[in-house]
């Protein structure tokens, strides 16, 4: 295996093959964009080439002890710092302070078998303010034949610290082309023996994610849909107990408010679509076009643009942690302002 097996991509591979090739690796990377699309497989890839005995420089065998050793994760040069619940009940994952120093002793030491260690921190907006303080220092002074690589979906919850200290690699979404393709090859997928109408759904319907892709639970979707649809339909300041009754519900599940605003933010696309007479290889959810286009005619343009905007908004702020009752009683005022 080597950089080949990840499909897509293309910029990011190329700018660090380029660098690979020129000699020109910088100390310190930043590989962001959303989860799911290849900046962990592009990371270990990359750590590959740099210590291949086999190939090189711009690319790995895959087959050698040092490619091999990387893949298993048992390499002693090589690291990967990955966020963990505190306890098996916890809702959110953190690198801890404690994590990051141990690190930092591993690095002190030469390379034991490897021509450069490879650090990659995954989920690395998940480092709380003393993990990140700690970090930044190995970032300020970076230890001799050492590489990092910082990987998160949301950098800009990262220290601006950080950000500066290291070289900005972005990933982009998939097309569903590619997704398909990817899933094709997924053993996982071929077991599940997918039909080809339900590989196009699910390719479609992952907005270039893989993991969205292959575990989205459909019999979830489509309950999340009805009732996000039921929502969209009865938002009014008539019926108010619809909109309580919804903001309630919602509130309590906060590990799953991204998700359903997603879906949200998916069928309002797909009303914009169907209404400017958009064509219907368009719309992601066009399994259920039947239930999605006597809701558009009922709409305006003017009604689904702001209901996009405002879920668009909640979507932000409760990524920057907004309360989230709040947030969510003040889009739907918004959606009956709207209706
Ligand atoms: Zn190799």
Redesign the pocket.
């Known amino acids: 295996m080597s950089f080949q097996r990840i499909l897509g991509q293309d910029q990011p591979k190329r700018i660090i093959q380029n660098a690979l090739v020129n000699n020109s690796v910088s100390h310190a990377y930043l590989f962001y964009g959303q989860e799911s699309i290849g900046k962990k497989l592009t990371a270990v890839e990359f750590a ?1 080439a740099l ?6 420089p711009k690319d ?9 050793k990387i893949d298993q994760g048992i390499h002693p040069d090589f690291f990967l710092l990955e966020p963990e619940k505190s306890s098996p009940a916890g809702r959110n994952a953190f690198i801890k302070v404690e994590e990051v120093r141990e690190l930092q002793k591993k690095l002190a030491y030469l390379p034991y078998e490897a021509k450069i260690k490879v650090v990659i921190i995954d989920g690395a907006e998940t480092m709380n303010p003393q993990a990140a303080n700690t970090l930044l220092k190995t970032l300020e002074e970076p230890p001799s034949s050492t590489i990092l690589i910082l990987i998160s979906a949301n950098p800009y919850q990262l220290l601006p610290t950080i950000i500066s200290r290291c070289q900005g690699v972005k990933f982009h979404l998939l097309s569903a082309d590619l997704v398909k393709q990817i899933l094709r090859q997924t053993d996982q997928i071929e077991a599940e023996g997918f039909s080809e109408k339900e590989l196009d759904l699910r390719a479609l319907r992952s907005m270039g994610r893989i993991s969205r892709a292959m575990e989205e639970d459909f019999e979830a979707t489509n309950k999340y849909r009805e009732e996000i649809l039921n929502l969209l339909e009865q938002a009014s300041f008539k019926r108010m107990d619809v909109v309580f009754k919804w903001t309630k519900q919602w509130a309590k599940r906060s590990d799953k408010i991204q998700s359903v605003l997603d879906e949200m933010l998916n069928l309002l696309r797909d009303l914009a679509v169907i209404k400017s007479q958009g064509k219907n290889t368009e719309i992601l959810n066009r399994d259920i076009l039947h239930r999605l286009k006597p809701l558009a005619a009922q709409k305006s343009a003017r009604t689904l643009l702001a209901m996009f905007d405002s879920a668009l908004q909640t979507k932000s702020a409760l990524m920057a942690n907004a309360n989230l009752q709040l947030s969510l009683d003040h889009m739907l005022i918004q959606f009956c302002e709207a209706a």
């Open positions: 590959k210590n291949c005995e086999v190939s090189g790995n065998c895959g087959d050698c002890p040092s490619c091999r």
